[in-house]
C-alpha cells in the first residue's frame, strides 16, 4: 500500500499508527503510486489552505492510483470529498484506526501469509527511529474562536501515565533519542482524568504534566514538550530542566500578546504574567528556548495591538517565532467577529513580525558562535563529509538546524559534541569538537 501523510505532528502520529496495524496484517508498504494497491491519504483540514492541500493529494492519488482510502481530519467532511471525487473507496474521520484498518482490508485484502513481515517493536516509524512523537491526549477543552479542533477531536481525553510511558520505554529500546511530547493542550494532560495515579515500575505516577515529563526524563532519551499553555504548574517543569532531565525548551503557542486580542481569541492561560514568568524562567535555566507561534490579522486587531505585540515581541526574546496570517476557517467562530483585517494588512503584519523575529534570532544564535553545544545529527552527507543536526534549542521541521563540516564519522541518531563557529538568522554551523 501507499500512504500520503498530510498535516501536523499529531497526523504523523495516527499515521505512524495505522501503519504499525497495516504492516502486522501482512501489508508491505510502497514507495511510489504504482506499486501500490491502495493509497491512504491522511488529510488535515485545519485551516482552509490545508483542506485544499489535502484535497489536491487525494486527486493526485486518484490520477496516479485510481484506488484511494481517506483519513484524517478532512474526513469529518466526507460530502466535500464525494462531490469532488466520486471514486473515492472510503472516508474515514480522524482516531478512526479500526475503520481505516477495515476500509484498506476491503480495498486490498491482506496478503495470504501475514506473517512475512516482522513489526519492529517500536511500530514501523514514518519519522527517522531517532525521534518519535509522543501523542499523551487527545482533543481539547478550550474553545478558541479561530479553532476548530474541538468540534473535529473533542474534549480532552488523556491516555493512561503508565501506557504512555511504556510506549515511550519501547522507543527508547528501538534506538529512539529525542521523545518528542505532543498533545493540543500539553500543560492539561490529565486534567480529564482527575490525575489519577498509576503505577510505573513500582510507583505511583499522576496523570499530571510534571510526573510525566520526570518519569520521561529518566528513560534517557531528551524530551522536548510542545504545546504547552503557561498555566502556573508550568513552573514546576523548570527544575527539570536544570536537573537535565526535559530539554531547555518549550514551545508555547502565544498567538497574540494584546490582551484584547487574546480575549477575542479566548485562550487559555492569557492572563498569566508571561514576560514576568520567562524572566524567571531565565534565572533557573539561562539556556531555556521559547518558541512560539502568532496569529497576525485576527478580526479587530488595530495598528496598536499589532504594536504591542512588536513591544512585547522585542522584550520576550523569544528563541523561534512562527506567523499566521488569520484565516477564517470554516465553522470557527471567530468569523463572525467583526471588523476583518484587510489582506494587504495582514501581509503586512506578518512581513513586520517575521523580520523582527528574524533579528532576534540571529542575534541569539551569534551569541551561541564559539560554544560547544550538543547537537543530535538528522542525517551524513557522506560525499561533502558533512552533516545536519539539531542542538536542545531546535525541533525537527520547525526550528533550525547545525550544519557540521568534518562530520564523516558521525551517524544519524549520534549525539555529538560540537564548536560552533558561525551562525545566520536561523541556523549555525560547526565542527565536531
Ligand atoms: S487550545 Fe485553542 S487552539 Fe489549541 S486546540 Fe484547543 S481550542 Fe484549538
Request: one cysteine or more; glycine letters at 6%.
Amino acid at each position: 500500500m501507499g500512504l500520503v501523510s498530510l498535516g501536523c505532528p499529531k497526523a504523523l502520529v495516527d499515521s505512524e499508527r495505522i501503519i504499525t496495524k497495516l504492516r502486522a496484517d501482512g501489508y508491505q508498504m510502497s514507495p511510489d503510486y504504482a506499486g501500490a494497491d491502495v493509497v491512504l491519504v491522511n488529510t488535515c483540514g485545519f485551516l482552509d489552505s490545508a483542506k485544499e492541500e489535502s484535497l489536491e493529494a487525494i486527486g493526485e492519488a486518484i490520477a496516479e492510483n485510481g484506488r484511494v482510502v481517506v483519513t484524517g481530519c478532512m474526513g469529518n467532511e466526507a460530502e466535500v470529498i464525494r462531490q469532488r471525487f466520486p471514486d473515492v473507496l472510503a472516508i474515514t474521520g480522524p482516531q478512526q484506526y479500526e475503520e481505516v484498518v477495515s476500509a484498506v482490508h476491503d480495498a486490498a485484502p491482506p496478503a495470504a501469509s501475514p506473517y512475512i513481515d516482522l513489526v519492529p517493536e517500536a511500530g514501523l516509524k514514518l519519522t527517522p527511529r531517532h525521534y518519535s512523537y509522543l501523542k499523551i491526549s487527545e482533543g481539547c477543552n478550550h474553545r478558541c474562536s479561530f479553532c476548530i479542533i474541538p468540534s473535529i477531536r473533542g474534549d480532552l481525553a488523556s491516555r493512561r501515565p503508565d501506557a504512555v510511558l511504556r510506549e515511550a520505554e519501547k522507543l527508547v529500546e528501538a534506538g529512539t533519542r529525542e521523545l518528542l511530547v505532543i498533545s493540543q493542550d500539553t500543560s492539561a494532560y490529565g486534567v480529564d482524568i482527575r490525575h489519577q495515579p498509576r503505577i510505573w515500575k513500582g510507583e505511583e505516577v499522576r496523570a499530571h504534566m510534571t510526573d510525566l515529563a520526570r518519569e520521561l526524563g529518566k528513560l534517557g532519551a531528551w524530551v522536548r514538550l510542545h504545546y504547552v499553555y503557561p498555566y502556573p504548574h508550568v513552573d514546576q517543569v523548570i527544575p527539570l530542566m536544570a536537573e537535565g532531565l526535559v530539554l531547555p525548551y518549550l514551545d508555547i503557542p502565544f498567538q497574540h500578546a494584546s490582551p484584547k486580542v487574546l480575549r477575542s481569541m479566548k485562550r487559555p492561560a492569557n492572563e498569566a504574567k508571561v514576560l514576568e514568568r520567562l524572566k524567571s524562567w531565565r534565572s533557573i535555566v539561562p539556556e531555556i528556548a521559547v518558541r512560539s507561534s502568532f496569529v497576525v490579522g485576527f478580526p479587530g486587531e488595530t495598528e496598536e495591538d499589532f504594536q504591542y505585540l512588536l513591544n512585547w515581541l522585542e522584550e520576550a526574546q523569544l528563541d523561534r517565532v512562527g506567523a499566521f496570517k488569520f484565516e477564517p476557517v470554516q465553522g470557527a467562530a471567530a468569523n463572525a467577529l467583526p471588523d476583518h483585517v484587510p489582506d494587504e494588512v495582514k501581509q503586512e503584519r506578518y512581513e513586520r513580525v517575521m523580520a523582527l523575529s528574524a533579528r532576534i534570532s540571529a542575534e541569539k544564535l551569534r551569541a551561541k558562535v564559539g560554544r560547544t553545544l550538543d547537537v543530535l545529527i538528522d542525517s551524513v552527507d557522506t560525499e561533502s563529509g558533512g552533516a545536519t543536526g539539531r542542538s536542545k534549542a531546535d525541533a525537527p521541521e520547525i526550528d533550525g538546524e547545525a550544519h557540521l563540516r568534518d562530520a564523516a564519522h558521525v551517524s544519524p541518531g549520534d549525539i555529538v559534541t560540537v564548536r560552533i563557529e558561525d551562525s545566520d538568522e536561523h541556523d549555525l554551523y560547526g565542527v565536531p569538537a
